[in-house]
């Protein structure tokens, strides 16, 4: 990244020898609109992949980020955010949105620490947990909150459905990003590497450009 924070390579955090079975898997990230999956992905795979913004649906393709570790590739998907259709354009990036939860390896549900958890994210929590596939929560954004605000919101998640794992952490800061990455991959299944070792991105250059 460029913004002149101190950044750190996630990927050789990642777990697993260099030989033996190798992982790999597709982990698709969810949430409400500017919950920060962008700048999740941008951190975990170490440069700018995904475009952040204030504005909410900045994000309105699916978007790839790849992380290749030391006997593992993941292979984040960075969805538009989901909400309930409201025109025919919001109409169609949910429904790829959905689409996507079934054929992922991993669901990554993002909540936003610095806000309540509300009906909209309820309704996120429902086709999340209907989907089928195995689910980690991440409640962002934790360097907006104290301790004190914190805890209630992580307890609140923890309500929403049946997931494997929980992490508090700040995509901002970069805290909590290890452990999660971890976790990450070792959800994963023995497979294939889907991309070559070098991308970070299956995005085009020109679209990164921009």
């Known amino acids: 990244m460029s913004d002149g924070r101190d950044t750190h390579d996630f990927?050789?955090?990642?777990?697993?020898?260099?030989t033996g079975p190798?992982?790999?898997?597709?982990?698709?990230?969810?949430?409400?609109?500017?919950?920060?999956?962008?700048?999740?992905?941008?951190?975990?795979?170490?440069?700018?992949?995904s475009i952040t913004s204030p504005k909410p649906q900045t994000t309105r393709n699916r978007i790839a980020g790849i992380i290749n570790g030391p006997g593992c590739q993941v292979v984040l998907l960075d969805?538009?955010?989901?909400?309930?259709?409201?025109?025919?354009?919001?109409?169609?990036?949910?429904?790829?949105?959905?689409?996507?939860?079934?054929?992922?390896?991993?669901?990554?549900?993002?909540?936003?620490?610095?806000?309540?958890?509300?009906?909209g994210d309820r309704f996120v929590a429902d086709s999340v947990f209907a989907a089928g596939t195995p689910v980690i929560v991440i409640v962002n954004k934790i360097d907006l909150v104290g301790r004190g605000r914190l805890l209630p919101q992580l307890d609140e998640a923890s309500r929403l459905g049946d997931f494997r794992e929980l992490f508090p952490v700040s995509a901002l800061t970069g805290e909590g990003l290890e452990p999660l990455l971890t976790a990450i991959a070792a959800d994963l299944p023995e497979g294939p590497r889907y991309y070559p070792e070098d991308m970070v991105t299956d995005q085009p250059e020109a679209m990164l450009v921009a």
């Open 22 to 49: 190798f992982h790999s898997g597709f982990a698709a990230l969810v949430g409400r609109p500017n919950t920060g999956k962008s700048t999740l992905v941008n951190a975990l795979v170490g440069e700018k992949v």
């Open 79 to 119: 969805l538009p955010g989901f909400q309930k259709p409201r025109d025919l354009l919001t109409g169609r990036m949910q429904e790829a949105v959905e689409a996507t939860l079934a054929e992922v390896d991993l669901i990554l549900f993002m909540l936003d620490a610095s806000k309540a958890i509300g009906a």
């Open 11 to 18: 990927a050789d955090t990642v777990p697993g020898p260099e």
